[in-house]
């Protein structure tokens, strides 16, 4: 790789960094657009609660992440599956079942409906095909090995969330609905998808039997310095006949927006919670939970098991050990009354049946 290349790989590394630790304005109510919800701006759209996120001072942080993009991590045993193992595995289960394809990116099949989360299945969290932030571990299954999906949710517009590659190259675009926050519907629809569903917090669509309810989560959005927070960022209620499902795809913690979600909802059967690239606390605390917060939000929302989510598979992201958050999400799960079975940490490619424990109606 020549000199120029390695410089604009850092540049566009450091881009891609800055997009998802940007900053946030003082809020104002002047800034709400009329009688317009609290949380749509004149520009786009903000966190209300309001929370006001700022990037970190000084080069260091930016310097460190692309050190760690650079040397990254030794994978543990059993951290990830093979593709022939996951392959085995995914079709071994015919029910209700959900497969970790690695940081935010799952597959959830409930009433026959496949749902895939946050697509992110390719090398780059970047916007060039070669550059950093990049997955130290492969997706366990190629895109064109996927299953049929019927639907993708996105939660927000980062590139380790929304993957253009990935989001490209599906099969079957025609029969896939996609069900995007607002403002990315034309993310899709460029790329060749008709079915594209735009909403706002609060707001459902009822799809092959299976109702998605955007509600609100504590981040923002951006995929370069100048569109900062342009596009709306949400969590996933995902229900069917026999699941209430909440997918949240990254956010830092609200007393106020979880326990309304858990007052409104009453329990979830399942929660897949972000446990990862929660340090430095300065920086990360309103963006990105802890994993003693996820299991807080587990508890607010009033959640039977609790599925780790982005973690141990993107260098480069934060300053925790890559392999730290699920020994703090066990541990605190366990003190918070969590039973050892409720507390799922899977291995990138694994399937697992969730077709029991099935909430009262």
């Not at 059993?78 to 593709?83: I, N, Q, R």
């Not at 923002?220 to 310095?225: G, I, L, Q, V």
């Not at 997918?247 to 106020?256: A, C, M, N, P, Q």
Request: charged fraction near 20%; aromatic fraction near 10%.
């Amino acid at each position: 790789m020549g000199y120029t290349k390695i410089v604009v790989g850092i540049i566009a590394a450091l881009a891609t960094l800055f997009a998802c630790t940007s900053t946030s304005s003082e809020y104002s109510e002047k800034t709400v657009m009329g009688n317009k919800p609290k949380h749509h701006t004149t520009t786009g759209y903000q966190n209300h609660p309001f929370v006001e996120t700022a990037a970190p001072k000084g080069a260091f942080f930016y310097i460190r992440r692309f050190w760690g993009s650079v040397f990254v991590p030794d994978t543990p045993d059993g951290h990830a599956l093979s593709e022939l193992e996951s392959m085995q595995l995914l079709n071994s289960i015919e029910s209700d079942r959900v497969t970790w394809l690695g940081h935010a990116s799952f597959l959830l099949k409930t009433s026959d409906v496949t749902i895939l989360t946050d697509p992110f299945l390719s090398e780059f969290a970047s916007p060039v095909s070669w550059a950093d932030p990049r997955r130290f571990v492969d997706s366990p299954i190629p895109i064109n090995k996927l299953p049929s999906i019927d639907i993708v949710i996105v939660s927000h517009n980062h590139y380790d969330h929304l993957d253009d590659k990935t989001v490209s190259n599906l099969k079957n675009k025609d029969n896939i609905h996609v069900v995007v926050p607002l403002g990315l519907r034309s993310f899709f629809t460029e790329r060749g998808y008709s079915k594209v569903t735009e909403l706002d917090w609060g707001q459902s669509v009822s799809i092959e039997g299976v109702e998605l309810t955007a509600q609100p989560l504590v981040h923002d959005s951006a995929r370069s310095t100048s569109d900062h927070n342009e596009t709306l960022w949400a969590s996933w209620i995902i229900e069917s006949s026999q699941k209430r499902i909440i997918f949240i795809g990254d956010t830092g913690y609200s007393e106020t927006i979880f326990n309304d979600i858990g007052d409104k909802y009453g329990s979830f059967d399942y929660a897949i919670l972000p446990i990862g690239a929660y340090e430095p606390r300065e920086l990360m605390w309103m963006s990105h939970t802890t994993p003693e917060e996820a299991v807080l939000i587990g508890s607010d929302i009033h959640a039977n098991t609790l599925i780790a989510s982005h973690w141990g598979t993107v260098s480069s992201l934060s300053d925790e050990s890559p392999f730290e958050p699920p020994k703090r999400f066990r541990t605190e799960g366990l003190k918070k009354g969590f039973s050892e079975q409720s507390l799922w940490v899977m291995k990138i490619g694994e399937t697992r049946d969730i077709s029991k424990n099935v909430l009262p109606q």
